[in-house]
């Protein structure tokens, strides 16, 4: 049976459909040398992948390299599930790109990978299938590092981990320790989210607005156990406030969601101590100075505290007031307002509200003198009787990290029945985990449990059998990857100070909340150790959309269909039919999914169109950050945009090997012209890509400015073909252009153009004749092209003045002022309206942009007014000429 045939059976194991996919593809390449061919077919591609797969430039970053601008690319790392699907070749190939053009463009590029390989998924799979889980998770990485291979994503495999590598898991228990030793750790009883499918505590945030598991999607429970807390609250303030960091670029709503979770930090929490016991209560009052009043502390009758699960009275326990010292003692009550997402209440004398709350429970209401009670005063005083004080929002809640299965990183503490709780010595890290048990709870496995006292050497000890949230381990690793075989220390200090922050992040939305809040959380921390430069870890967010598929459902049973049991009536409606009962169906575009039979096999794409064009089809047509429907209609634009390429090398080729010795360009009029045309075109799509990659990254905006350039080339004539120097610049400037997204093809084409004739005075500043591809320089605009100015009032574009690069470049926010107050447009529209402020940007070598806020118009300007336009709608353009002779645009 052939490798083809055995391909095609559905039957055929995942790790050997991927071999056999290489195979056939080896046998596709040697099958053929049809490299000649004007007309460019899928087995041309895929010979092209394999004859460049191995030489597609240096990905490596160079510690040493001082010399050139460090960018540090990191796309989130994914958890080995064994199979890629169409969400991760869309992240990874969003990053590459990325990670490309940085390194055109003459940087130092740290562009890592490695894997979030603990949890649940892996612990449950192993499970099932009875082997150990460390076996199957490496077993699923191997499959997908070969999957990530076969797309030829740039990645420096030299810093790769796996979080559940004991060398790296043992500097998450370093820093758990630190965090432990500077009282940001602490373990008490809690009423806690209990998974009954997966048996494992969730924190507040893992369970969605119906009450179910974030994972499992089982209804979750309620339970008492005593759990580990990381104190996050303590950094509340640092965490909001580093949300208005101007280091923070295209944050965008993530700063939104970032700052309603934490809520406005505008009170302090007092964490008051238990009488008799090392518990404590977190207290969160609107001002500092109403501790010193406090009459007494209120909680639900659902807190811990209630012990007796009385609804309302009086507990006999008291909480400890550092300031007034004095003891408060604790009542239960629901019938009181508690502050936002807190079940404690702080009652104080100078409400009266709460005096006579205070007299109905028997509480003392005579706080005798008070002293000095300024806030300032408050506050030093806790902070010499060493009392947790710190600035937060009322709702927000500490970190919860214990988790109840063996699949994670334990937590290196140990219980001593003389010592008690006992962190681990960093000599004695890290705390393995039993890798030769399968499914057994690390709480039911004895030999593993039982230890000496690193304290006293008490053979009557025990291991802490929580292991750590998942999300503690993804916290810091992309500080890992800056000194991945560091075997002293979790990274180097200088290498951070070198190499951070990330200066673009790329990742689902899905994290936006969860992981980007606790990263910034450890980031937080560490900067506050002196380890890291800057408290905020990632300075650009590129948060990709979603890859679509299209699911069908009978409308009546909810059933999902495969797409092959479907007949569609209108497209354009999504109405569709059941082939077999006529019964009608739902069309809808859902996130891909097994369960909902709309997933894509990127390795069957793969297969069929080869990899660069995956890639190209992966970012054309919709932005980065929204949502792609995939659909095979969506394909023709860039199959026949790189059949177009590849025709235009192969006539270039035919025509330049045409020229006879000794001839030249015709010396007329339409031929300067034509290369005018080209100059004119080369800078406009060379500014305009360069604009798409480098600031706004909407990639398929920048495909789009490629293929206009390919137009542009393709218009030429046989004479500006053969002779025009303008024409080998463009031709130069839409391959290297291309290279971060299409790697293969673009290598392939450099080649043949490197192979030709007369190379028509071009610098060899501007193209390295002697070298590769991914050895070139990104192209420039020149510097006497004209770039646009514009200016916008209130938002509005109002109109545009071209300037040469060179000035542009150099512009500064006054003399952007100065040229827009020339402009009638500008003062026409501004009229009599007083300028409040003005902002100006500028993109080198793109554009820039000036705004003026202006007040809003009054009824008493009404001849101002009356010359405003229409903004609702879209209005056509005018070209005129300023005074200077500048092309000004004018919104009409």
Same mark, same amino acid.
């Given at each position: 049976?052939?490798?083809?045939?055995?391909?095609?059976?559905?039957?055929?194991?995942?790790?050997?459909?991927?071999?056999?996919?290489?195979?056939?593809?080896?046998?596709?390449?040697?099958?053929?040398?049809?490299?000649?061919?004007?007309?460019?077919?899928?087995?041309?591609?895929?010979?092209?992948? @394999?004859?460049?797969?191995?030489?597609?430039?240096?990905?490596?970053?160079?510690?040493?390299?001082?010399?050139?601008?460090?960018?540090?690319?990191?796309?989130?790392?994914?958890?080995?599930?064994?199979?890629?699907?169409?969400?991760?070749?869309?992240?990874?190939?969003?990053?590459?790109?990325?990670?490309?053009?940085?390194?055109?463009?003459?940087?130092?590029?740290?562009?890592?990978?490695?894997?979030?390989?603990?949890?649940?998924?892996?612990?449950?799979?192993?499970? @099932?299938?009875?082997?150990?889980?460390?076996?199957?998770?490496?077993?699923?990485?191997?499959?997908?590092?070969?999957?990530?291979?076969?797309?030829?994503?740039?990645?420096?495999?030299?810093?790769?981990?796996?979080?559940?590598?004991?060398?790296?898991?043992?500097?998450?228990?370093?820093?758990?320790?630190?965090?432990?030793?500077?009282?940001?750790?602490?373990?008490?009883?809690?009423?806690?989210?209990?998974?009954?499918?997966?048996?494992?505590?969730?924190?507040?945030?893992?369970?969605?607005?119906?009450?179910?598991?974030?994972?499992?999607?089982?209804?979750?429970?309620?339970?008492?156990?005593?759990?580990?807390?990381?104190?996050?609250?303590?950094?509340? +303030?640092?965490?909001?406030?580093?949300?208005?960091?101007?280091?923070?670029?295209?944050?965008?709503?993530?700063?939104?969601?970032?700052?309603?979770?934490?809520?406005?930090?505008?009170?302090?929490?007092?964490?008051?101590?238990?009488?008799?016991?090392?518990?404590?209560?977190?207290?969160?009052?609107?001002?500092?100075?109403?501790?010193?009043?406090?009459?007494?502390?209120?909680?639900?009758?659902?807190?811990?505290?209630?012990?007796?699960?009385?609804?309302?009275?009086?507990?006999?326990?008291?909480?400890?007031?550092?300031?007034?010292?004095?003891?408060?003692?604790?009542?239960?009550?629901?019938?009181?307002?508690?502050?936002? *997402?807190?079940?404690?209440?702080?009652?104080?004398?100078?409400?009266?509200?709460?005096?006579?709350?205070?007299? %109905?429970?028997?509480?003392?209401?005579?706080?005798?003198?008070?002293?000095?009670?300024?806030?300032?005063?408050?506050?030093?005083?806790?902070?010499?009787?060493?009392?947790?004080?710190?600035?937060?929002?009322?709702?927000?809640?500490?970190?919860?990290?214990?988790?109840?299965?063996?699949?994670?990183?334990?937590?290196?503490?140990?219980?001593?029945?003389?010592?008690?709780?006992?962190?681990?010595?960093?000599?004695?890290?890290?705390?393995?985990?039993?890798?030769?048990?399968?499914?057994?709870?690390?709480?039911?496995?004895?030999?593993?449990?039982?230890?000496?006292?690193?304290?006293?050497?008490?053979?009557?000890?025990?291991?802490?059998?929580?292991?750590?949230?998942?999300?503690?381990?993804?916290?810091?690793?992309?500080?890992?990857?800056?000194?991945?075989?560091? +075997?002293?220390?979790?990274?180097?200090?200088?290498?951070?100070?070198?190499?951070?922050?990330?200066?673009?992040?790329?990742?689902?939305?899905?994290?936006?909340?969860?992981?980007?809040?606790?990263?910034?959380?450890?980031?937080?921390?560490?900067?506050?150790?002196?380890?890291?430069?800057?408290?905020?870890?990632?300075?650009?967010?590129?948060?990709?959309?979603?890859?679509?598929?299209?699911?069908?459902?009978?409308?009546?049973?909810?059933?999902?269909?495969?797409?092959?049991?479907?007949?569609?009536?209108?497209?354009?409606?999504?109405?569709?039919?059941?082939?077999?009962?006529?019964?009608?169906?739902?069309?809808?575009?859902?996130?891909?999914?097994?369960?909902?039979?709309?997933?894509?096999?990127?390795?069957?794409?793969?297969?069929?169109? *080869?990899?660069?064009?995956?890639?190209?089809?992966?970012?054309?047509?919709?932005?980065?950050? %929204?949502?792609?429907?995939?659909?095979?209609?969506?394909?023709?634009?860039?199959?026949?945009?790189?059949?177009?390429?590849?025709?235009?090398?192969?006539?270039?080729?035919?025509?330049?090997?045409?020229?006879?010795?000794?001839?030249?360009?015709?010396?007329?009029?339409?031929?300067?012209?034509?290369?005018?045309?080209?100059?004119?075109?080369?800078?406009?799509?060379?500014?305009?890509?360069?604009?798409?990659?480098?600031?706004?990254?909407?990639?398929?905006?920048?495909?789009?400015?490629? @293929?206009?350039?390919?137009?542009?080339?393709?218009?030429?004539?046989?004479?500006?073909?053969?002779?025009?120097?303008?024409?080998?610049?463009?031709?130069?400037?839409?391959?290297?252009?291309?290279?971060?997204?299409?790697?293969?093809?673009?290598?392939?084409?450099?080649?043949?153009?490197?192979?030709?004739?007369?190379?028509?005075?071009?610098?060899?500043?501007?193209?390295?004749?002697?070298?590769?591809?991914?050895?070139?320089?990104?192209?420039?605009?020149?510097?006497?092209?004209?770039?646009?100015?514009?200016?916008?009032?209130?938002?509005?574009?109002?109109?545009?003045?071209?300037?040469?690069?060179?000035?542009?470049?150099?512009?500064?926010?006054?003399?952007?002022?100065?040229?827009?107050?020339? @402009?009638?447009?500008?003062?026409?529209?501004?009229?009599?309206?007083?300028?409040?402020?003005?902002?100006?940007?500028?993109?080198?070598?793109?554009?820039?942009?000036?705004?003026?806020?202006?007040?809003?118009?009054?009824?008493?300007?009404?001849?101002?007014?009356?010359?405003?336009?229409?903004?609702?709608?879209?209005?056509?353009?005018?070209? +005129?000429?300023?005074? +200077?002779?500048?092309?000004?645009?004018?919104?009409?």
């Amino acid at each position: 049976m052939s490798l083809l045939k055995i391909y095609s059976l559905k039957t055929v194991p995942r790790n050997l459909r991927i071999e056999l996919d290489k195979r056939c593809i080896l046998r596709f390449c040697s099958a053929t040398n049809s490299m000649t061919n004007r007309e460019l077919t899928s087995e041309m591609k895929l010979e092209m992948e @394999q004859k460049w797969r191995s030489n597609l430039g240096d990905h490596r970053f160079d510690p040493h390299c001082t010399s050139r601008p460090k960018r540090y690319v990191l796309s989130m790392f994914p958890y080995p599930s064994g199979n890629l699907h169409m969400g991760h070749v869309r992240v990874y190939t969003i990053s590459d790109a990325m990670a490309r053009f940085y390194r055109l463009t003459g940087a130092n590029v740290l562009h890592p990978m490695g894997w979030d390989a603990f949890g649940l998924p892996a612990e449950n799979a192993a499970m @099932q299938r009875h082997i150990p889980a460390d076996l199957w998770t490496k077993q699923n990485i191997a499959q997908m590092r070969q999957q990530f291979d076969m797309l030829q994503f740039s990645f420096d495999w030299q810093r790769e981990f796996a979080t559940c590598d004991p060398e790296y898991y043992r500097w998450t228990q370093k820093l758990f320790l630190m965090l432990y030793d500077d009282g940001l750790v602490y373990r008490k009883k809690a009423l806690v989210n209990w998974d009954p499918v997966d048996e494992t505590v969730l924190a507040d945030e893992q369970v969605d607005a119906n009450g179910c598991s974030w994972r499992s999607g089982a209804k979750v429970e309620k339970k008492v156990l005593s759990q580990w807390f990381i104190k996050t609250t303590k950094f509340a +303030k640092s965490l909001y406030d580093g949300l208005s960091d101007p280091i923070l670029e295209d944050w965008k709503d993530i700063i939104k969601l970032q700052k309603h979770w934490i809520g406005e930090c505008d009170g302090y929490v007092f964490d008051l101590k238990v009488a008799g016991s090392h518990d404590f209560v977190p207290v969160w009052v609107k001002d500092p100075r109403q501790i010193k009043e406090a009459l007494f502390v209120a909680v639900r009758s659902s807190n811990l505290l209630n012990e007796s699960h009385v609804k309302s009275g009086r507990l006999s326990i008291e909480v400890e007031n550092p300031i007034s010292r004095r003891r408060i003692p604790v009542i239960v009550t629901d019938d009181i307002e508690f502050p936002e *997402g807190s079940d404690y209440y702080l009652g104080v004398a100078s409400a009266e509200a709460d005096r006579q709350l205070a007299i %109905s429970y028997q509480c003392e209401t005579e706080i005798g003198a008070q002293g000095d009670s300024s806030e300032e005063n408050i506050l030093q005083q806790a902070a010499d009787l060493e009392t947790d004080v710190y600035p937060s929002s009322s709702k927000l809640r500490d970190w919860l990290i214990s988790r109840q299965r063996f699949w994670g990183t334990p937590i290196p503490i140990v219980h001593c029945s003389t010592c008690g709780t006992v962190p681990v010595p960093d000599i004695m890290l890290p705390v393995q985990l039993p890798l030769d048990c399968v499914g057994t709870p690390l709480s039911q496995n004895e030999g593993w449990i039982k230890t000496n006292c690193p304290k006293c050497g008490s053979e009557d000890a025990r291991r802490e059998t929580d292991t750590m949230d998942t999300f503690v381990d993804s916290s810091w690793y992309f500080l890992r990857f800056l000194d991945s075989t560091n +075997k002293k220390h979790p990274f180097d200090p200088d290498r951070a100070r070198q190499l951070m922050p990330v200066d673009l992040y790329v990742g689902g939305k899905e994290h936006a909340v969860l992981h980007m809040y606790y990263a910034r959380f450890m980031n937080h921390y560490l900067h506050s150790k002196g380890l890291v430069p800057s408290p905020e870890p990632f300075k650009r967010l590129l948060i990709q959309g979603m890859v679509m598929g299209r699911s069908f459902r009978l409308k009546g049973s909810g059933r999902y269909l495969p797409a092959s049991e479907v007949d569609i009536v209108d497209d354009k409606k999504n109405k569709a039919i059941e082939k077999t009962s006529g019964e009608p169906v739902v069309a809808m575009w859902e996130k891909m999914s097994k369960s909902k039979l709309n997933g894509v096999d990127p390795l069957d794409v793969l297969k069929q169109h *080869g990899c660069d064009t995956l890639r190209l089809i992966m970012l054309a047509d919709v932005a980065p950050t %929204s949502h792609r429907n995939w659909s095979e209609a969506t394909f023709p634009g860039i199959l026949n945009w790189q059949k177009r390429i590849w025709m235009t090398m192969h006539d270039f080729r035919l025509l330049r090997l045409k020229i006879a010795e000794g001839q030249t360009a015709p010396e007329t009029e339409e031929f300067r012209q034509h290369d005018q045309k080209l100059w004119d075109a080369r800078n406009y799509f060379v500014a305009g890509a360069t604009f798409n990659y480098r600031h706004s990254h909407q990639l398929s905006v920048g495909i789009s400015k490629m @293929q206009g350039l390919t137009n542009a080339i393709r218009r030429a004539g046989p004479d500006v073909v053969a002779f025009s120097r303008q024409y080998e610049r463009a031709i130069a400037a839409q391959i290297i252009m291309l290279a971060p997204m299409a790697p293969h093809f673009a290598s392939e084409l450099w080649e043949r153009f490197l192979a030709l004739p007369h190379r028509l005075n071009v610098s060899s500043e501007e193209i390295q004749w002697e070298k590769g591809l991914f050895e070139q320089n990104w192209p420039v605009v020149e510097e006497d092209y004209e770039l646009d100015l514009t200016f916008k009032v209130n938002a509005y574009e109002c109109c545009l003045v071209k300037v040469p690069t060179k000035e542009l470049n150099q512009l500064t926010h006054q003399q952007s002022l100065d040229i827009a107050f020339e @402009q009638p447009a500008v003062l026409k529209y501004i009229g009599r309206r007083k300028v409040r402020s003005t902002n100006f940007v500028l993109y080198p070598s793109c554009d820039a942009i000036l705004n003026i806020l202006v007040e809003q118009s009054s009824n008493q300007d009404a001849e101002s007014s009356s010359d405003e336009p229409e903004v609702k709608g879209k209005k056509a353009k005018k070209v +005129k000429k300023s005074k +200077k002779g500048q092309k000004v645009e004018v919104n009409q």
